[in-house]
């Protein structure tokens, strides 16, 4: 209690970082449109209610929705930007991104529906909409089993 009480009188405000801090920067590093950032805020928002997706930091889990997001919209998915502000590798990427899609495949018929029906509609672009990047389901880390 006494760290707090100094902490407080020194006027340092801290805070735990949420995968949307890593985010921002991510969009940013890899050149995102509205389209892809969209789509990114949905992925992410979609992992934080599942199980399975907590052991994964919240950098790595941005770094995958923003992966993710660019090869559902048939891009890059890892520019050298990301790899170098993420630092991280696509190896260490690829097996949460394959979480991602087999969750925005999930999406539609999941019992939590609120993410789904928020990025179903215009405002959003309506990003749930399209089809998941089934194609990072095969290839290395293809194992990864259900999200349930």
Do not use: W
């Amino acid at each position: 209690m006494v760290e707090k009480k100094i902490l407080n009188r020194l006027g340092f405000n801290l805070t735990v970082p949420t995968p949307f801090h890593f985010l921002a920067r991510y969009l940013k590093a890899a050149g995102a449109d509205k389209q892809c950032e969209l789509l990114a805020h949905f992925l992410t928002e979609l992992a934080l209610p599942e199980y399975a997706t907590l052991k994964h930091s919240g950098s790595l889990l941005s770094a995958a929705a923003v992966y993710t997001s660019l090869k559902t919209l048939g891009r890059n998915p890892f520019p050298p930007a990301l790899e170098h502000y993420a630092g991280v590798t696509e190896a260490q990427i690829r097996p949460v991104a394959q979480q991602l899609v087999q969750l925005h495949k999930r999406a539609p018929e999941a019992s939590l529906q609120a993410v789904n029906k928020k990025y179903s509609i215009a405002k959003f672009l309506e990003v749930a909409k399209l089809p998941p990047a089934l194609s990072l389901l095969e290839g290395p880390s293809s194992s990864v089993g259900s999200t349930k």
